[in-house]
């Protein structure tokens, strides 16, 4: 069955950045749209940035300029690169990757952002 690991959470300050990373198998990620979500306590869930198998790549308004998503075709990975983290941003972060019109969802990582 198809698996998407994500990693690359953890506690850090304002300011900070933190990249993670989601690797993905047993599905053909080269065609694969992968998004990236994130839930906060109390929020419903919401869309943070996608990229396609062509490499386009879409963000939350609210977000841009401090987000990037990008992806590894040959590592089977895509990424999102966090910089100037809020407190807002702390959320369980999830990917997801969508082929065939069936999306497939990851466990979801930990991103803790304070003082």
């Known amino acids: 069955q198809v698996q998407l690991v994500e990693s690359g959470g953890g506690l850090v300050q304002p300011g900070g950045s933190l990249r993670l990373s989601c690797a993905a198998s047993r599905i053909i990620f080269s065609r694969c749209t992968m998004d990236w979500y994130r839930q906060a306590p109390g929020k419903e869930r919401e869309l943070v940035a996608t990229?396609?198998?062509?490499?386009?790549?879409n963000y939350a308004d609210s977000l841009k300029g401090r987000f990037t998503i990008s992806r590894d075709n040959s590592q089977n990975t895509v990424f999102l690169q966090m910089n100037n983290l809020k407190p807002e941003d702390t959320a369980v972060y999830y990917c997801?990757?969508?082929?065939?019109?069936?999306?497939?969802w990851g466990q979801g990582t930990q991103v803790t952002v304070s003082s």
């Open positions: 997801s990757a969508k082929i065939f019109a069936v999306q497939y």
């Open positions: 990229i396609t198998s062509s490499g386009g790549t």
